[in-house]
């Protein structure tokens, strides 16, 4: 019933106590309490996909959860998929084919094309395209994400190599 | 936009979740897919909101007559569960069509039939199947029947103090989800919901009024031509920013004749 409580969450792979407002939304907290701001805030209602973190291993809309909503949970950043080496075919992949665009959605598309890369299967442009809908902003196009994603995803073991 | 300031409460049981509902202000927060932007807009002030988040409400049990599923089960879980996929297809496929699937994670099918956004896939859904709902409060439970469940723009039969633990769906024989949008994962233009048993149809449209409408009309009809003709005596859609009334019917009308074929019995 308390108007700040106190969380502990692991945040790529560190432990970390906070106390947070209630109405602090998750990738507030990452970006002001824990200096992470590879995390994007676009639109605030969850339809810019720009904040895109994983929580527990599945990826969830950053302003569309409370911070206390991820007291005991595992919370894995941009900045810890990049630490990690876990994203650097995706990033590889992404300066290839300059698959920027403006580059504000790019943690976002990553953390979200990582999520079906780490399926282990191919998956067609259309897959693709449907996986990334949630992380369309203003730009159009995206046609150089998906080459992006779709190399990466050939170059990936277990997957197959294409063209 | 950031929400307004409210207080929290995690509910350890549904009996504290109970207890907590009396509070002046309070709000049960599920999976939050709609909560937390209408907060982040204000369009919602709470005082309290209660995060029923870790009650076991998300089992998926098979019943005889069909499933009985939790509240808290969320669209992923629906979309890939086997048991969904088997008993209840006309539910796994509307799950693919709400929204993205980083919020596919989080939102539920409680929080989603709750809310009764009459846009919602889930509404539909189980209205076509006339599933049963079960309410639960600090007192009793009640079953309610998804066609008296809807009572009019995000207004339902839900009372103070009661919460939405669980929907039990029948079988159907046949069934199938269609859904226009102008991108993936957008609010649906229009939408469809069909279920049949022998020769005996239910077909729900959402997007087509204040709530999920059940095409009754329509229904009855045994000549697609027919059953297009009577979709008008059915259906005043809204129209919305890109789309006219007569649009809407024009392309609940090209729905009805996509889904038409499954819905008929073989002949």
Redesign the interface.
């Known amino acids: 019933?308390?108007?700040a409580?106190d969380i502990t969450l692991t945040v790529n792979g560190t432990q970390v106590t906070r106390r947070v407002?209630?109405?602090v939304?998750l990738v507030?907290f990452l970006r002001d309490e824990l200096g992470l701001t590879g995390s994007h805030i676009g639109c605030?209602?969850?339809v810019c996909?720009a904040c895109?973190v994983r929580v527990n291993g599945?990826?969830?809309?950053g302003?569309?959860?409370?911070a206390?909503?991820a007291?005991g949970c595992r919370v894995e950043t941009v900045e810890g998929l990049s630490d990690s080496r876990e994203l650097a075919r995706l990033q590889q992949a992404f300066h290839e084919h300059n698959a920027l665009q403006c580059g504000f959605c790019t943690p976002g598309m990553l953390m979200?094309a990582q999520?079906l890369l780490s399926r282990k299967a191919t998956f067609t442009r259309e897959q693709i395209?449907?996986?990334i809908?949630?992380?369309?902003c203003r730009c159009t196009g995206y046609q150089a994400i998906v080459d992006a994603i779709e190399e990466a995803m050939g170059a990936d073991e277990g997957g197959h190599a294409h063209g | 936009?950031?929400?307004?300031?409210?207080?929290?409460?995690?509910a350890r049981s549904l009996a504290e979740a109970f207890a907590l509902l009396e509070r002046p202000g309070a709000r049960i927060?599920a999976g939050?897919?709609s909560l937390?932007?209408s907060?982040?807009?204000r369009l919602a002030a709470p005082e309290?909101?209660i995060?029923i988040?870790a009650l076991p409400l998300r089992q998926i049990l098979t019943t005889q007559s069909g499933l009985r599923i939790g509240a808290l089960a969320t669209h992923?879980e629906l979309e890939k569960s086997r048991e969904v996929g088997e008993r209840v297809p006309l539910l796994a496929e509307a799950a693919k069509h709400v929204?993205?699937?980083?919020?596919r994670?989080?939102g539920t099918l409680g929080g989603s039939l709750a809310l009764a956004d009459p846009a919602a896939e889930y509404p539909a859904v189980v209205l076509a199947l006339n599933a049963t709902l079960i309410l639960q409060s600090a007192k009793a439970e009640r079953k309610v029947a998804a066609q008296d469940f809807f009572k009019g723009l995000f207004e339902t039969d839900l009372r103070p103090g009661e919460i939405l633990a669980a929907v039990e769906f029948p079988r159907a024989e046949r069934s199938v989800f269609l859904e226009l949008a102008r991108?993936?994962?957008d609010y649906a233009i229009i939408g469809l919901a069909g279920a049949a048993n022998g020769s005996g149809k239910r077909i729900a449209f959402l997007g087509a009024g204040a709530t999920p409408v059940l095409a009754l009309n329509a229904s009855r009809e045994s000549e697609l031509a027919q059953a297009q003709k009577a979709l008008e005596r059915d259906l005043q859609p809204p129209a919305d920013l890109y789309h006219s009334s007569a649009t809407k019917l024009h392309l609940a009308r090209v729905l009805l004749s996509r889904a038409w074929n499954t819905l008929s019995t073989s002949r």
């Open positions: 019933m308390e108007h409580l407002a209630p109405r939304h507030d605030e209602h969850g996909g895109t599945e990826i969830v809309r302003c569309l959860m409370l206390v909503q007291d979200a999520d395209r449907e996986h809908s949630g992380n369309y | 936009m950031k929400a307004p300031s409210f207080a929290y409460a995690k927060l939050g897919q937390i932007p907060l982040n807009m309290l909101l995060d988040g992923a929204a993205h699937p980083a919020i994670n989080r991108r993936r994962g």
